[in-house]
């Protein structure tokens, strides 16, 4: 496993941005697959965005497609979150996970709250 630190979570109006940062600890971050969920209140943690070891191949949920962005740079053990174009309806804890290739996801950062307001 990994330990993964999020950042940079915080409270927006309607249409701001904000950029999410999660550090991982360890010398092997680029073999992980890296993907960012959220959980809002009263509802199931959902996917949000992947991205592959290399960071040349990323996936979205159609709730975000065209207004967030997965990144990562392997050299500084970091994965980030380019959240624009934010709606209420973000409003949740952010989390960064990973995992190997054809895996579950074992390892969980502690999340950064998010809240957008209307």
């Known amino acids: 496993q990994v330990q993964l630190v999020e950042s940079g979570g915080g409270l927006v109006q309607t249409g701001g941005s904000l950029r999410l940062s999660c550090a991982a600890s360890g010398r092997t971050f680029s073999t992980y697959v890296m993907g960012w969920f959220r959980q809002a209140p009263g509802k199931e943690r959902e996917f949000v965005a992947v991205v592959n070891p290399s960071g040349g191949s990323t996936y979205y949920a159609n709730s975000v497609k065209g207004r967030f962005t997965i990144s990562r740079d392997n050299a500084k053990n970091t994965a980030s979150l380019q959240m624009d174009s934010l709606r209420p309806e973000d409003t949740a804890v952010y989390y960064c996970?990973?995992?190997?290739?054809?895996?579950?996801?074992?390892?969980w950062g502690q999340g950064t709250q998010v809240t957008v307001s209307s």
């Open positions: 996970a990973a995992r190997y290739n054809g895996r579950e996801y074992d390892s």
